[in-house]
């Protein structure tokens, strides 16, 4: 069986336009699963009857790794040999994609975990291959002119440091521990994080050598520039502070401490949220070198139900 795993929070118009396109065929071992981390979002209310549709409704945003987390332990729980298509709100399948999904992972019995190339609307490639430098912290998404044409064309799929969660498919049958997405990480590099962790466990990623999928970026993050900046600086340097070399972790405290004074005249959103998730990430550290192992995160307009996002995102 396949289930499409996505997380609402605040965009219901975007998981309709999800769940038409991953069940508009007659395969009946399609299902979905849509973690709800906004309770106040009445636009789910009519995907409720639907019979391929799951709904389990979080008491408060739990960010994406969290959410899919419980989705992940339902699916275990209800299908524990299923294939788990973890896909973004604003993303959407192209022709044949389910298919092509379905020979990667037959190609190999071994694969466990499964990701796909990605392009954005304008149909550029925005997720290739995820390249993970523990060195210098570098996590790039898109290969250098040189690697791409090295590439062969012997088999469906290539290997990938990381994945994007944009679109991330995990064989929970071939996974010799439960996949959980890392809960400290709130928003953002909980995907790489997860795929070095699996790596290391005897699962290494692959991607789709076939773009499968096209992504709206940041449809719904973008509405809050100052909390995903936030987060996703804290993201970065909690996931070096785990993977990496103590050197690549320095250099990014440093990037992350200096590059923002270059915002400051065009761009004060993306330097206050830069730094503050920088801030996040010190004090987190100052509460592990006292032993205080909870777990946190700052108050934002994700994280803050006083602070969120215009729920006139559902519309769009």
């Known amino acids: 069986m396949l289930l499409i795993l996505t997380v609402n929070y605040n965009c219901s118009r975007l998981i309709e336009g999800l769940a038409v396109n991953t069940l508009s065929t007659d395969d009946p071992d399609i299902r979905m699963i849509i973690v709800d981390n906004s309770p106040n979002d009445a636009g789910l209310k009519q995907l409720y009857c639907h019979p391929n549709i799951t709904i389990l409704s979080a008491s408060s945003n739990l960010g994406f790794g969290a959410g899919c987390n419980l989705g992940l332990a339902y699916a275990e729980e209800k299908h524990p040999a299923s294939i788990v298509w973890l896909l973004n709100p604003d993303a959407r399948l192209l022709p044949g994609a389910k298919e092509k999904v379905r020979r990667a992972l037959s190609e190999n019995n071994a694969y466990g975990v499964l990701g796909t190339r990605i392009q954005d609307l ?15 912290g570098r996590l790039l998404h898109r290969p250098a002119p040189s690697a791409a044409a090295a590439c062969t064309e012997t088999t469906l799929s290539e290997p990938s440091d990381w994945l994007s969660g944009c679109s991330l498919v995990l064989h929970l049958q071939r996974l010799i521990e439960p996949a959980r ?3 400290q990480i709130f928003l953002d590099y909980e995907d790489a994080e997860l795929c070095l962790r699996l790596r290391q466990q005897g699962h290494p990623a692959r991607v789709t050598k076939d773009i499968l999928v096209e992504h709206a970026i940041s449809s719904v993050t973008g509405r809050a520039p100052l909390a995903k900046y936030r987060h996703a ?12 070399t103590p ?19 065009y761009d004060g959103t993306q330097a206050r949220g830069r730094w503050a998730g920088l801030i996040d990430y010190l004090n987190w550290r100052w509460r592990q070198i006292k032993g205080d ?18 729920s006139a995102g559902k519309s769009q």
């Open 122 to 136: 304008e149909g550029q490639i925005w997720f290739d291959r995820g390249r993970f430098d523990p060195w210098f």
């Open 181 to 183: 997405f890392d809960p």
């Open 233 to 244: 600086t804290f993201s970065k340097l909690y996931v070096l502070d785990k993977h990496a």
């Open 247 to 265: 050197l690549a972790l320095l250099l990014n405290l440093i990037y992350f401490c200096l590059r923002p004074i270059t915002y400051l005249h």
């Open 293 to 310: 192992r909870r777990l946190i995160h700052p108050r934002t307009s994700f994280t803050d139900p006083s602070r969120g996002i215009a």
